[in-house]
């Protein structure tokens, strides 16, 4: 039975790969959560995630797992048969059983919102991994009469037809598809997806809460500088060109951290994500150790975040960041700090020109620290100018969101009225 008022959902779940410590995947979710609060007065919300429990913690929302079966995994549960036939019959048990529950959770709400982040993809887990999920959601909402929508997600590489094929279909379920910048639109044109009358919107962290008035450095005093770290190659334990790389890349972050601080700089080591990249932090911190960090008279802080507002104070304590996960880039300039993006996706080129920062990127596998050196110094020098630039694109992205969840909620069914009866705060602190 339907729980929508005439006013409009009283439920609506929300949809993605939250829960596992990635402060991009959960400031997203953070963001909405926060905005549909604001804007949809006593709205009972949901996520559909990977780690429910760490959702409903961090959330305050019911939480459910996007599979159980993909759950227990997770965990370490699951205790598959010894025998290929026994497999497959305790895979075809699993999905009956996600199905079930899948229809019957469908069937508490009154919208499913894929809810930001790169999901379109089919890099990592391939097809039966969350294009399959995605799918299977999509498709148990429509059945019930629900509404879907992708609100401002990303499309990285999909390559497999099967992938287009899960995607595709539930795309075309959608009651609203937008898409976080054009390139994510363009991809999916080029494959035969997505429709030339979708929207584009800015990423959904743009309407994050504004933050308080952000600390610069005092006269007389170098600029502040924020690290980011990222789990180049998989910490090289792929095959020896990965090790071979992922050594490489600590001796330049190391090497340009020990410039930084040599000259006097404070940093901030920030992280991305908790899962993955703490365990490069550990293995910069043993670079350290072999570099006698201790004479150099600046100060270096490495305390990783444990949340998204963790990650905003920290990035809010800084001058200028160089940082390669894209969120941090996105965070930063939220937060209108100048940036140096050397960036793993081209998702990073394209959101550094959006807020007029083109000049300041590099890739990632093709790492330079004498370009980076220069790409600093000519931030460092360009601050003054950048930081209004900077304030005034970040504040247009807020301004398109506030518009695109205007959008949303219509096409969730929200009432005009009811919609009129939030009102949103435009500047609130961490």
Known sequence: MSTSSAGGPRRIAFWGNFGTSNWGNECTLQAIVQSIRARVPGVELAGICSIPADTARRHGVVAWPISERRLA????????????????????????????????????????????????????????GLPYEMFRWALAAKVQGRRVAFVSVGVEPIRRPLTRWFIGAALRLADFRSYRDQRSKDNLRRIGLGSDDDAVYPDLAFSLPHPAAAATATAGKLPRIGL???????????????AAGYRAYLDKIGGFALELLGRGH?????????????????????????????????????????????????????????????????????????????????????????????????????????????????????????????????????????????????????????????????????
């Open 228 to 242: 980011g770290l990222y789990e180049y190659r998989g910490r090289g334990k792929g095959s020896d060109e990965d």
């Open 266 to 430: 404070d940093v901030r080591i920030v992280l991305g994500d908790l899962r993955y990249d703490l365990e490069v932090l550990h293995d910069l911190r043993g670079w350290f150790a072999g570099h006698d960090l201790a004479r150099l008279p600046g100060r270096l802080e490495d305390e990783p975040a444990q949340s998204v507002d963790d990650v905003m104070r920290q990035l809010a304590s800084v001058d200028l960041v160089v940082a390669s996960r894209f969120h941090n880039v996105l965070l930063a300039l939220l937060l209108g700090k100048p940036v140096v993006s050397v960036s793993y996706e081209p998702k990073n080129d394209v959101l550094m020109q959006h807020l007029g920062l083109g000049a300041y990127c590099q890739s990632l596998d093709d790492f330079d620290p004498a370009r980076l050196r220069a790409q600093f110094a000519a931030l460092e020098a360009d601050a003054a100018r950048l930081r209004p630039v900077i304030a005034r694109r970040a504040a247009d992205c807020r301004a398109q969101l506030d518009r695109q969840y205007r959008e949303l909620l219509a096409a969730i069914g929200v009432s005009a009225a009811r919609q009129a009866a939030g009102a949103p705060s435009t500047v609130e602190t961490l």
């Open 73 to 128: 995994i997770t965990e370490g549960t699951a205790t598959p048969p010894r025998s290929r036939a026994g497999r497959l019959a305790a895979r075809l048990r699993d999905e009956w059983r996600d199905w079930r529950l899948t229809l019957q959770r469908a069937r508490s709400v009154d919208a499913v919102v894929m809810a930001g982040t790169g999901m379109l993809t089919d890099d990592g887990e391939g097809s039966f």
